[in-house]
């Protein structure tokens, strides 16, 4: 199981921009499609984002589509969201994690999370 930790996440103005990274040092993380999550408070966790393991296939959800960039460097054995551009209803706390193939990060019942890190955008 590949070890994730995020962070990047803090306190930030409507309109703001974050950078959030998901770091491993598993080697085997070029294997894996990887994706980006959140969960706001009272609410399930959703996919923000997906690439495979490349970076060169992506796919985004409604809500962030033209303001969240998903990004990895497997020479750095890291992913990147570049968020722009945020509202107050981004704010949730932030989670990434892998699968085996790109499909596959949407479908995925994950087993294991790490502790995310927490995304505040105020008005």
């Known amino acids: 199981q590949v070890q994730l930790v995020e962070s990047g996440g803090g306190l930030v103005q409507t309109g703001g921009s974050l950078r959030l990274s998901c770091a491993t040092s598993?080697?085997?993380?070029?294997?894996?499609?990887m994706g980006w999550f959140r969960q706001a408070p009272g609410k399930e966790r959703e996919i923000v984002a997906a690439?495979?393991?490349?970076?060169?296939?992506?796919y985004y959800a409604n809500s962030v589509k033209g303001r969240f960039t998903v990004s990895r460097d497997n020479a750095k054995n890291t992913a990147y969201l570049q968020m722009d551009s945020l509202a107050p209803e981004d704010t949730a706390v932030y989670y990434c994690?892998?699968?085996?193939?790109?499909?596959?990060?949407?479908?995925?019942?994950?087993?294991?999370w790490g502790q995310g890190t927490q995304v505040t955008v105020s008005s």
């Open positions: 994690n892998v699968a085996n193939g790109f499909q596959a990060v949407r479908t995925k019942t994950y087993d294991y």
């Open positions: 598993d080697r085997t993380f070029i294997n894996y499609a």
């Open positions: 690439t495979d393991w490349s970076g060169t296939v992506t």
